[in-house]
C-alpha cells in the first residue's frame, strides 16, 4: 500500500466517482481506477460499492477511509516539518475554532503567519459542535484548536485570555438605551439559539437558567455572524462572543449582566510543529478581552 492509493481512495470517497476524483487529482482517470483495484486486491477487501448516486464506501471501507486519512494527514505534517527552514514551511495547517473564538483575532495572527510562512495553508474549521470537535480530535487531523477551558481541560492548554458574551438586540430595541443590559429584562424575549449539541448553545441555556428564565425559540443557526444579522433584523436576541460580532453591528451591540465571560484556551497537538507554533505565539500577541500571559494552564 502506499500514500498515493490512500490519497486516490479518500478522493473518490469525498467526490463519488472516479471521474471527478481524477479531474481533482489531475491525472487520468484509468490511473486511479487501476490504484483503488489493486488497493482492494491487496487488501482482500471492497473499498466502494455501486449506487445509482455513484460511489459509496462499503462498511469496512469506511472503517479503511478514517484510518488512511489520519496517515495521509500525518504525512503531510512529516513532510512540511522535514521542509521547514529558513522560513520555508509547506503543507496543511488544521485549526478548530469553538463557538466563535478569535473571530477578531485570528485575521492578524494569520496574516503575520502567511507572511513568514508564504507556502502553508490554513484551513479553519469555524464553531464545530463539541461533538465534532472531539470527531476531529479523535480522526488526529488537527494541528491547534481553540476552546473555552472545561472540565476535561488538558494540563498543557495555552490560556490566550477571556472573551466575554454580549446581547445583540434589534435596531430600536429598549434596552439599547441602557449602557449594560440585565439579563432578567429579556425574560419572554424571542432568542436566536444555535444548533442543539453547540457549546454556545449551552452558554445560553445556563446564563438563562441563572437568571431565571427558559429560552423562546425564534430561530436556530450554525454561525455567529448568521445570528447577529439575524437579531440585527429583529427576527430576535442573541447571545455571542464580542470578537464574533461582524464589523457594522457594534452599536446593536450591549454587554450584560451579569457577565458573561469563558476563558479562552489554545491546544495543540502532541509533537507540534512549527507552524502550529508560530500561530499560537501570533494569537498570544492579538488583543483579547483580558489578555495573560501565553504559558501552559496551571
Request: with cysteine; net charge negative.
Amino acid at each position: 500500500m502506499s500514500l498515493r492509493q490512500f490519497e486516490y481512495a479518500l478522493a473518490v470517497a469525498e467526490e463519488g466517482s472516479v471521474t471527478a476524483a481524477a479531474e481533482r487529482l489531475r491525472v487520468a482517470q484509468p490511473s486511479v481506477s487501476q490504484q483503488i483495484r489493486g488497493l482492494e486486491r491487496e487488501l482482500g477487501v471492497e473499498l466502494f460499492a455501486r449506487t445509482p448516486t455513484g460511489l459509496v464506501p462499503t462498511v469496512v471501507g469506511r472503517a479503511f477511509l478514517r484510518e488512511a486519512e489520519v496517515a495521509v494527514g500525518a504525512a503531510r505534517r512529516a513532510r512540511a516539518t522535514a521542509r521547514a527552514g529558513a522560513d520555508e514551511l509547506v503543507g496543511e495547517l488544521v485549526v478548530a475554532a469553538q463557538m466563535g473564538f478569535g473571530t477578531r483575532q485570528m485575521p492578524g495572527a494569520l496574516d503575520a503567519l502567511r507572511r513568514r510562512f508564504p507556502r502553508l495553508v490554513v484551513t479553519v474549521f469555524e464553531e464545530p459542535s463539541s461533538a465534532e470537535l472531539e470527531r476531529l480530535c479523535r480522526r488526529g487531523v488537527l494541528d491547534l484548536a481553540l476552546m473555552a477551558s472545561c472540565e476535561r481541560t488538558p494540563a498543557d492548554a495555552h490560556r490566550l485570555g477571556d472573551e466575554e458574551f454580549v446581547v445583540v438586540l434589534g435596531a430600536g430595541h429598549p434596552q439599547l438605551a441602557l449602557d449594560r443590559v440585565d439579563l432578567r429584562e429579556l425574560a419572554g424575549e424571542a432568542w436566536i439559539r444555535f444548533d442543539r449539541d453547540s457549546a454556545l448553545d449551552g452558554v445560553l441555556l445556563s446564563v438563562l437558567k441563572d437568571s431565571g428564565g427558559a429560552p423562546v425559540t425564534a430561530a436556530r443557526v450554525s454561525q455567529t455572524a448568521t445570528a447577529v444579522r439575524w437579531a440585527a433584523r429583529g427576527l430576535g436576541v442573541t447571545l455571542v462572543p464580542s470578537s464574533a460580532v461582524p464589523p457594522g453591528h457594534e452599536h446593536l451591540v450591549r454587554p450584560v449582566f451579569p457577565a458573561v465571560t469563558q476563558p479562552v484556551i489554545a491546544v495543540l497537538r502532541q509533537d507540534a510543529g512549527p507552524g502550529e507554533t508560530a500561530l499560537l505565539d501570533l494569537l498570544g500577541r492579538e488583543t483579547w478581552t483580558d489578555s495573560t500571559s501565553l504559558s501552559p494552564m496551571s
